[in-house]
């Protein structure tokens, strides 16, 4: 698992495909709908629409995946709902132009002036662009949303899920920055908050490689879950611990220069059935409710006593599949604070770290 490469080259391409392939059928979708208006031959519409919706997708995939957020993350949600939609507009207008003359010239035979003038005079380009801006405007507002709440969840409550309490199976792993007082008394309150803010914006990598949903930020801690059964195969949760590591260990260089301090953190990790729902009128939120997010977190306080890194309960242990490079050490079985059942406590280190 140490040998694991850093997971960014492979979620920005991902984020370009996913892009490109949702650029390609809101172009297919606009020109079917187009095609039933227009005097042109539905082929030409409809391929037009295909090719530009999947270069103006793509586009967009690759600015947002490799310059968009460094540059940008910091700004207020209205300068970037404004960025977004004049970068979006500015690559639809640029696609639009080039696809459709070209398709004009071929298709019709028209010369590149025929093309251009009916193009833009006829109304056909105010039309289409219009629409670009207006699902950009769109789009762009429902990506800050996404932010605001977590891949995934805008969606759960629109459509009901969660509104009841279901029973389900999760894996929680609370992870703790070290030090944090201390480094907090020296840099004072805002240095201290932007040290935080960097900290856990350079975990996001391994979070969304490992497809881990950002349950609760408290202070300086963060609390991820996974699917219990999405992990008994592939053991994302651990895999996700050593990604971090792996992240923050990469801009230690950065962080000793700005700030004097390098983040190092601690983890506990438990898993089992717990009630997940909605809670909240002036502010939705979903919760967990149950034992195991008790005993995650009096686990995550132990590895200091211990002298680990990362535990893990015996429970969670015995349902993850093999652990490559990584290597369980048995600590103790006792009784947690406030439990009536004694646990059974492993620290994981890399096997790497051991030789």
């Given at each position: 698992?140490?040998?694991?490469?850093?997971?960014?080259?492979?979620?920005?391409y991902?984020?370009v495909?996913?892009?490109?392939?949702?650029?390609?059928?809101?172009?297919?979708?606009?020109?079917?709908?187009?095609?039933?208006?227009?005097?042109?031959?539905?082929?030409?519409?409809?391929?037009?629409?295909?090719l530009?919706?999947?270069?103006?997708?793509?586009?967009?995939?690759?600015?947002?995946?490799?310059?968009?957020?460094?540059?940008?993350?910091?700004?207020?949600?209205?300068?970037?709902?404004?960025?977004?939609t004049?970068?979006?507009?500015?690559?639809s207008?640029?696609?639009?132009?080039i696809?459709?003359?070209?398709?004009?010239?071929?298709?019709e035979?028209?010369?590149?002036?025929?093309?251009?003038?009916?193009?833009?005079?006829?109304?056909?380009?105010?039309?289409?662009?219009?629409?670009?801006?207006?699902?950009?405007?769109v789009?762009?507002?429902?990506?800050?949303?996404?932010?605001?709440?977590?891949?995934?969840?805008?969606?759960k409550?629109?459509?009901?899920?969660?509104?009841?309490?279901?029973?389900?199976?999760?894996?929680?792993?609370?992870?703790?920055?070290?030090s944090?007082?201390?480094?907090?008394?020296?840099?004072?309150?805002?240095?201290?908050?932007?040290?935080?803010?960097?900290?856990?914006y350079?975990?996001?990598?391994?979070?969304?490689?490992?497809?881990?949903?950002?349950?609760?930020?408290?202070?300086?801690?963060?609390v991820?879950?996974?699917p219990l059964?999405?992990?008994?195969?592939?053991?994302?949760?651990?895999?996700?611990?050593?990604?971090?590591?792996?992240?923050?260990?990469?801009?230690?260089?950065?962080?000793?220069?700005?700030?004097?301090?390098?983040?190092?953190?601690?983890?506990?990790?438990?898993?089992?059935?717990v009630?997940?729902?909605?809670?909240?009128?002036?502010?939705?939120?979903?919760?967990?409710?149950?034992?195991?997010?008790?005993?995650?977190?009096?686990?995550?306080?132990?590895?200091?006593?211990?002298?680990?890194?990362?535990?893990?309960?015996?429970?969670?242990?015995?349902?993850?599949?093999?652990?490559?490079?990584?290597?369980?050490?048995f600590l103790?079985?006792l009784?947690?604070?406030?439990?009536?059942?004694?646990?059974?406590?492993?620290?994981?280190r890399?096997?790497?770290?051991?030789?």
């Amino acid at each position: 698992m140490h040998a694991l490469p850093s997971p960014r080259r492979q979620l920005q391409y991902r984020q370009v495909f996913r892009s490109a392939q949702t650029g390609l059928l809101v172009g297919l979708a606009y020109a079917v709908v187009q095609s039933l208006l227009a005097e042109h031959e539905a082929r030409q519409i409809v391929l037009n629409g295909v090719l530009a919706g999947f270069f103006i997708g793509a586009s967009v995939g690759v600015v947002e995946a490799f310059w968009f957020p460094l540059r940008f993350r910091r700004l207020p949600f209205g300068w970037l709902q404004l960025a977004r939609t004049l970068l979006y507009s500015s690559f639809s207008a640029f696609w639009l132009l080039i696809i459709v003359l070209t398709s004009r010239m071929y298709f019709e035979g028209l010369s590149l002036g025929g093309a251009w003038h009916e193009y833009l005079t006829a109304g056909h380009f105010r039309a289409d662009l219009i629409f670009a801006v207006l699902f950009s405007f769109v789009l762009g507002g429902l990506q800050q949303i996404t932010t605001l709440h977590g891949p995934g969840q805008l969606l759960k409550f629109v459509n009901g899920t969660f509104h009841q309490p279901r029973e389900v199976e999760r894996i929680f792993m609370f992870v703790d920055m070290k030090s944090s007082t201390t480094i907090a008394e020296t840099l004072g309150n805002l240095t201290y908050s932007r040290f935080v803010q960097d900290f856990f914006y350079d975990l996001t990598d391994a979070i969304l490689a490992t497809q881990a949903e950002v349950y609760q930020y408290v202070g300086d801690e963060i609390v991820l879950a996974w699917p219990l059964a999405a992990n008994r195969q592939r053991a994302q949760c651990v895999r996700c611990f050593y990604l971090m590591q792996d992240a923050i260990e990469a801009r230690r260089a950065a962080y000793l220069a700005e700030y004097g301090y390098f983040p190092t953190f601690k983890a506990g990790l438990h898993g089992g059935r717990v009630v997940v729902t909605w809670v909240g009128e002036v502010k939705k939120e979903i919760v967990y409710h149950g034992d195991v997010l008790n005993t995650t977190a009096r686990i995550q306080a132990l590895c200091n006593e211990f002298g680990q890194e990362l535990l893990i309960s015996e429970t969670l242990l015995q349902e993850l599949g093999p652990l490559p490079h990584v290597r369980a050490t048995f600590l103790t079985t006792l009784r947690l604070r406030g439990k009536q059942h004694e646990v059974s406590l492993y620290g994981l280190r890399r096997a790497e770290a051991l030789a």
